[in-house]
């Protein structure tokens, strides 16, 4: 999922993952657990969280719809919501501190 950045797909499911481990959800979601200490969900959505600000500092310019779409996630709204619940702020005001951080 993270080698190959299956993560990037926003239909990805945790059933999906289990197929392609020959596993079940439940077994996948407990491994999650132990491993990552969080749910399944919100392991996803940390890997697209951190691609999305990896693409935010390489790719300045580019609009938030875009790095949405590229992360992962399904619109540019869900987005910004689970940015903000995460980071406490929104993806632009972060990218505008990582912009002021590099001068």
Known sequence: MVKER???????TIEEIASVLNSNRTYVSKVVNLCYGMPFRDYLSKLRLDFSKQLMADEPDASLEYIATKSGFQSSTQFIRKFRETEGI???VWKQTQILKKK
């Open 6 to 12: 299956g993560f990037l797909n926003p239909s990805l």
């Open 90 to 92: 929104t993806p632009k």
